[in-house]
């Protein structure tokens, strides 16, 4: 398996526009997490799914920001309008189920100017 | 609250010389604690997770209850453990709450 795949790897734009991260899941894995990296205040849970159904949302900055999970191997995550302080690196990471090792994708490092 | 610090920013050590990597955590139900490792601009990869009991790269780490901690240790560093270290704790759901991170840093 190639485990948990993102993409872009990285991604400049200017501030305003919309930005879409991506993730694939590892087959076979039900819990799908996405967190943001950043100097200031480490890695922070935004939201997290289990059987493609959100289950904690409350770290998800605010209403610009937005997750899906179009089916159980694929979600987006979704700013829009997006701003200078959303940089940083977004990482999914899914898990067999709750409670189980989390495995990480390489994360996508967003740039917005 | 759920909670999980870890308490050195930076920790440099020689090659060679014991370490030991400190967490703590706060949760009131029965914990489950992992140790993630991050080199150098890479994914996070799963250490160690406290059910397993297991030395992965020669680390180990014991859950204390009693102290609420979760120390990460290897008795002899070497160079290419350098890396950011999080201990991180499964919460309501399964989702991690992460400490801060140790940097640890091993001399030549």
């Known amino acids: 398996d190639a485990g948990v795949i993102q993409s872009p790897r990285h991604e400049v734009t200017e501030m305003g526009q919309e930005v879409t991260l991506r993730c694939k899941l590892i087959s076979g894995h039900n819990s799908l997490f996405w967190y943001r990296q950043t100097m200031m205040r480490g890695l922070e849970l935004l939201i997290y799914?289990?059987?493609?159904?959100?289950?904690?949302d409350s770290g998800m900055p605010e209403d610009r920001f937005s997750a899906k999970m179009p089916n159980a191997s694929f979600s987006t995550l979704k700013i829009q309008p997006s701003e200078p302080r959303d940089s940083a690196v977004y990482f999914c990471?899914?898990?067999?189920?709750?409670?189980?090792?989390?495995?990480f994708g390489d994360g996508t490092r967003l740039s917005i100017l | 609250a759920q909670r999980v610090t870890q308490p050195e920013k930076l920790l440099s050590v020689f090659k060679g010389a014991p370490v030991e990597l400190k967490c703590n955590y706060s949760y009131s139900g029965s914990p489950e604690l992992f140790w993630y490792v991050q080199y150098s601009r890479q994914r996070l990869q799963l250490l160690l997770r406290h059910i397993s009991r297991e030395s992965i790269k020669g680390f180990t780490a014991d859950l204390n209850k009693g102290e609420t901690s979760f120390h990460l240790k290897k008795p002899f560093a070497q160079e290419e453990d350098s890396a950011m270290y999080y201990c991180?704790?499964?919460?309501?759901?399964?989702?991690?709450?992460f400490g801060q991170g140790t940097e640890l840093s091993v001399k030549p």
């Open positions: 990471a899914s898990s067999l189920q709750p409670r189980q090792p989390q495995h």
């Open positions: 991180a704790l499964s919460g309501e759901g399964g989702k991690l709450i």
């Open positions: 799914f289990n059987n493609n159904v959100p289950i904690d």
